[in-house]
């Protein structure tokens, strides 16, 4: 293969990508906005499902790696009603490997190993043709004979095959997180347990998840119009929390105690694209994971976008005919990730709702 190949985004997707790609013995141009693998936090922990984020580890060869560094416990999960009484408490059986967690900077880390990655590459535009030319933020430019999009939510790549924008599911996220909590807050340990705790309310939830080294990340959800996380600054943490925790007026004091505990908090409004969402296949680009098909977050998404990183990069490193390859992957792509688009469209709707009985009836299902 002489061919020149990129990937825009040195997130999960474009990382695995790249990774069966060296595996193959071929080289690919990673670029990636940030100007360093810690330029910004990680973010949560990930459950990586045997068939699908475990199996893109196999293909790359990491999957023992992956093993040595997840935590099979992370996959318990307990239900807590508003007033504290636990309904649910879902332990892994012993041995039991089918969705362990792992600290996203640590997936990073794992993938990134001996791959070449061009931080501080903030990509602008990309101009289909043979071959495809990439301009980047600081006026440079340069061509590829395929670009793959792998920049999430708001991509640059997009925008060459596709007019669709996200739009506003009626449901915003805010984010906190609590260090140290075993020796800190030993009760509130216990509370989450080894894995994550949910708790959900009318049109409202709090989910709180175990990271490693005693950090946990707190997930307020919320139903809420596009505007509501503008009616505070953001940066004035003790006001985020006070419109936070008046979300929760009534519900148990340790469960709120992991908001009081926040010592930083970040507004997420959650986009999707429309479940349908396809192109009329152009030479020279694709797109993978939330750049494709961005969908609610209830732990498909990266699983969805790895596999298909490394779906992409053994079809690419196989292929006589590389622009063949990537419209085979595309169509094998877009009736995969519709059927999941659809699930986790529903799932949001029943974990967000007026009716509580909802969520507990989508996580018994799940179970």
């Known amino acids: 293969m002489r061919q020149r190949i990129a990937v825009v985004g040195g997130g999960p997707a474009g990382l695995t990508f790249a990774r069966v790609m060296h595996r193959h013995g071929h080289p690919v141009t990673v670029l990636e906005r940030d100007p360093a693998p810690d330029a910004r936090p990680p973010g949560g922990a990930l459950d990586l499902h045997e068939g699908m984020g475990q199996r893109a580890l196999e293909k790359a060869g990491l999957l023992a790696e992956f093993e040595a560094l997840s935590r099979p416990e992370g996959q318990a999960m307990r239900i807590l009603d508003t007033d504290g009484t636990v309904l649910r408490d879902w332990k892994p059986d012993p041995g039991e490997r089918s969705n362990p967690e792992i600290d996203r900077g640590q997936l990073r880390d794992l993938l990134l190993g001996p791959l070449d ?52 599911t009626g449901v915003t996220a ?28 009318v049109n409202r939830g709090l989910v709180a998840q175990r990271n490693s080294g005693g950090h946990v990340k707190v997930y307020v ?27 929760f007026d009534g519900w148990s004091a340790p469960v709120l105690d992991l908001l009081r505990l926040g010592d930083a908090f970040t507004y997420r409004p959650l986009y999707v694209l429309p479940v349908s969402h396809t192109w009329d296949h152009v030479p020279g680009v694709t797109l993978l994971g939330d750049a494709a098909h961005l969908m609610p977050p209830l ?64 996580f018994d299902e799940v179970q």
């Not at 501080?120 to 440079?140: C, K, N, W, Y």
């Not at 997180?177 to 989450?192: C, G, N």
């Not at 529903?346 to 509580?356: I, K, Q, Y």
């Open 174 to 201: 805010v984010e906190t997180s609590v260090d140290d909590v075993d020796s800190r807050r030993p009760d509130l340990a216990r509370l989450i347990g080894d894995g994550s705790m949910a708790v959900y309310g």
């Open 299 to 362: 732990g498909v998404g990266a699983n969805l976008a790895m596999l298909e990183g490394a779906e992409l990069a053994e079809s690419v490193a196989a292929a006589d005919d590389l622009d063949e390859a990537v419209r085979a992957f595309e169509e094998r792509m877009w009736a995969r990730a519709r059927g999941w688009a659809e699930m986790t469209a529903a799932g949001l709707e029943r974990l967000v709702s007026p009716d509580p009985a909802q969520a507990l009836a989508l």
């Open 221 to 247: 959800q919320v139903r809420v119009p596009p505007e509501w996380h503008t009616e505070v600054d953001p940066a004035d943490v003790g006001a985020v929390r006070s419109q936070v925790l008046g979300l």
């Open 117 to 168: 990655v061009q931080w501080g590459r903030g990509v602008t535009e990309v101009v289909p043709g043979s071959p495809a030319l990439v301009r980047f933020s600081d006026g440079r430019q340069e061509t590829f004979d395929l670009v793959v999009g792998a920049d999430g939510a708001w991509s640059r790549v997009r925008r060459a095959l596709s007019p669709v924008t996200p739009h506003y």
